[in-house]
Nanobody, 121 residues
Framework: QVQLVESGGGLVQVGGSLRLSCAAS????????MGWFRQAPGKERDFVGS????????VYADSVKGRFTISRDNAKRTTYLQMNSLKSEDTAVYYC??????????????WGPGTQVTVSS
Protein backbone atom coordinates (compact mmCIF):
# COMPACT_ATOMS: atom_id res chain seq x y z
CA GLN A 1 0.00 0.00 0.00
CA VAL A 2 1.02 3.59 -0.44
CA GLN A 3 2.76 5.27 2.49
CA LEU A 4 2.35 8.98 3.12
CA VAL A 5 4.29 11.49 5.18
CA GLU A 6 3.57 15.19 5.58
CA SER A 7 6.14 17.93 6.03
CA GLY A 8 6.34 21.70 6.10
CA GLY A 9 4.27 22.44 9.18
CA GLY A 10 5.33 25.00 11.73
CA LEU A 11 4.56 28.34 13.32
CA VAL A 12 3.41 31.24 11.16
CA GLN A 13 1.83 34.61 11.84
CA VAL A 14 -1.69 35.59 10.86
CA GLY A 15 -1.73 36.58 7.21
CA GLY A 16 1.35 34.55 6.43
CA SER A 17 1.86 31.62 4.10
CA LEU A 18 2.99 28.05 4.44
CA ARG A 19 3.36 25.15 2.04
CA LEU A 20 2.81 21.59 3.15
CA SER A 21 4.12 18.60 1.24
CA CYS A 22 2.85 15.05 1.19
CA ALA A 23 5.34 12.53 -0.12
CA ALA A 24 4.07 9.14 -1.23
CA SER A 25 6.04 5.93 -1.41
CA UNK A 26 5.31 2.27 -1.83
CA UNK A 27 3.16 0.57 -4.41
CA UNK A 28 -0.18 1.63 -5.77
CA UNK A 29 -2.19 -0.79 -7.87
CA UNK A 30 -4.87 1.56 -9.10
CA UNK A 31 -5.38 5.30 -9.54
CA UNK A 32 -5.99 7.13 -6.31
CA UNK A 33 -7.08 10.59 -5.30
CA MET A 34 -5.36 12.76 -2.70
CA GLY A 35 -7.02 14.73 0.04
CA TRP A 36 -6.03 17.11 2.80
CA PHE A 37 -7.77 17.15 6.16
CA ARG A 38 -7.18 18.98 9.41
CA GLN A 39 -8.09 18.51 13.04
CA ALA A 40 -8.06 21.23 15.67
CA PRO A 41 -8.01 20.45 19.41
CA GLY A 42 -11.36 19.15 20.60
CA LYS A 43 -12.83 19.13 17.11
CA GLU A 44 -13.58 16.61 14.41
CA ARG A 45 -11.30 15.97 11.49
CA ASP A 46 -12.48 18.25 8.71
CA PHE A 47 -12.04 18.21 4.97
CA VAL A 48 -9.72 20.85 3.54
CA GLY A 49 -9.42 19.96 -0.12
CA SER A 50 -8.65 17.24 -2.62
CA UNK A 51 -7.17 16.67 -6.03
CA UNK A 52 -8.22 14.03 -8.53
CA UNK A 53 -5.59 11.71 -9.98
CA UNK A 54 -7.13 11.58 -13.46
CA UNK A 55 -7.77 15.26 -14.16
CA UNK A 56 -6.01 17.23 -11.40
CA UNK A 57 -9.35 18.86 -10.67
CA UNK A 58 -9.42 20.30 -7.17
CA VAL A 59 -12.16 20.69 -4.59
CA TYR A 60 -11.94 22.90 -1.50
CA ALA A 61 -13.86 23.44 1.68
CA ASP A 62 -15.62 26.79 1.86
CA SER A 63 -13.51 27.77 4.84
CA VAL A 64 -10.30 27.71 2.81
CA LYS A 65 -11.52 28.45 -0.71
CA GLY A 66 -9.57 31.29 -2.27
CA ARG A 67 -6.75 30.96 0.24
CA PHE A 68 -5.49 27.39 -0.14
CA THR A 69 -4.31 25.67 -3.31
CA ILE A 70 -3.63 21.98 -3.87
CA SER A 71 -1.25 20.77 -6.55
CA ARG A 72 0.90 17.74 -7.20
CA ASP A 73 3.96 16.52 -9.00
CA ASN A 74 3.24 13.00 -10.18
CA ALA A 75 6.87 12.32 -11.09
CA LYS A 76 7.92 13.12 -7.52
CA ARG A 77 4.83 11.46 -6.06
CA THR A 78 4.27 14.55 -3.96
CA THR A 79 1.10 16.52 -3.26
CA TYR A 80 1.25 20.11 -2.03
CA LEU A 81 -1.02 22.32 0.01
CA GLN A 82 -0.19 25.98 -0.41
CA MET A 83 -1.77 28.01 2.38
CA ASN A 84 -2.01 31.79 2.07
CA SER A 85 -3.66 34.48 4.18
CA LEU A 86 -3.58 32.19 7.16
CA LYS A 87 -5.98 32.77 10.03
CA SER A 88 -5.84 31.66 13.63
CA GLU A 89 -8.72 29.31 12.84
CA ASP A 90 -6.41 27.40 10.51
CA THR A 91 -4.39 26.12 13.46
CA ALA A 92 -4.62 22.34 13.40
CA VAL A 93 -2.84 19.12 12.65
CA TYR A 94 -2.92 18.66 8.90
CA TYR A 95 -3.16 15.23 7.32
CA CYS A 96 -2.84 14.04 3.77
CA UNK A 97 -4.69 10.96 2.61
CA UNK A 98 -5.06 8.71 -0.41
CA UNK A 99 -8.10 6.79 -1.51
CA UNK A 100 -11.29 6.96 -3.52
CA UNK A 101 -11.70 10.63 -2.71
CA UNK A 102 -14.55 12.87 -1.69
CA UNK A 103 -15.09 15.31 1.14
CA UNK A 104 -15.45 12.69 3.85
CA UNK A 105 -12.61 10.94 5.64
CA UNK A 106 -14.40 7.68 4.87
CA UNK A 107 -13.33 8.04 1.27
CA UNK A 108 -9.66 7.64 2.08
CA UNK A 109 -7.89 4.47 3.08
CA UNK A 110 -4.31 5.62 3.67
CA TRP A 111 -3.23 8.47 5.92
CA GLY A 112 -0.06 10.25 6.85
CA PRO A 113 0.89 10.87 10.50
CA GLY A 114 0.07 14.57 10.27
CA THR A 115 1.99 17.80 10.68
CA GLN A 116 1.22 20.65 13.07
CA VAL A 117 0.37 24.10 11.74
CA THR A 118 0.10 26.89 14.28
CA VAL A 119 -1.03 30.35 13.26
CA SER A 120 -0.27 32.99 15.86
CA SER A 121 -2.69 35.82 16.51
Amino acid sequence: QVQLVESGGGLVQVGGSLRLSCAASGRTFSPYNMGWFRQAPGKERDFVGSIFWSTSRTVYADSVKGRFTISRDNAKRTTYLQMNSLKSEDTAVYYCAAGLGGTSSAGYSNWGPGTQVTVSS
